[in-house]
């Protein structure tokens, strides 16, 4: 399987972290795709689907109807096209923001002034500059690596002028890698704050232990 593929190739590489990191993160960022939706990884899963995205809609949808405004974001932007495509066809409107996007203040004032109840942003592009207060739900459909991101992100709803409490989902895919990574950054907040850089690249004070640890 791809797991064990990808598995046994990192396991190959971590005696030296600093040497062989860009592999390790790559392989490590094709099993974080694999949790999200297959098809990311290899389109013949076209058919699998993503239970991420049920689960969003099934949320959205809920929380729409009684008049709330809802922030949903993912580091991998293909993901986001899929999420689109999906939100597109269960007729639910929706901004959207990335760091290609070329009109970003149409795409805010889309969501800003209530033509769409949810705004779609890839964690990178909603990191700083943006005051959301509109939202008062926020859906991080991955995991990142460094939590300090997905926190700057989430604290665009957090901004001076929210009236209302803010709920915070994180979606995390039972057996996969992600519970791995959460595990880890639950046991290495400040590491991570310190060692990780602004693309999520492993750094060099992650040791191959830590790395090792994610496969268990």
Known sequence: TQ?????QKVLGLVDNVQKNRFEIFKSLT?????????ALVDTKHESVGSAKVDRLV?????????GHR?????????????????????GIDYAYL????????AAIAKFKEGEAPVFVISLKAGGVGLNLTEADYCFVLDPWWNPAVETQAVDRAHRIGQQNAVMVYRYVSVGTIEE????????????FSEVMDSDGALAGALTAE???????
């Not at 990335?98 to 203040?105: A, I, K, L, Q």
């Open 3 to 7: 797991l064990q593929r990808e598995r």
């Open 70 to 90: 809802a922030l949903v974001f993912s580091q991998f932007t293909r993901y986001l096209s899929r999420v689109r495509k999906r939100l597109e066809s269960e």
């Open 30 to 38: 094709l099993l974080r795709q694999l949790s999200l939706d297959p």
């Open 58 to 66: 099934s949320d959205l949808t809920e929380v729409i109807a009684v």
């Open 210 to 216: 830590d790395i090792r640890g994610l496969f268990d």
């Open 180 to 191: 791995k990574v959460m595990e880890l950054k639950a046991r290495k907040a400040a590491l």
């Open 98 to 105: 990335d760091g290609r996007t070329r009109n970003r203040e």
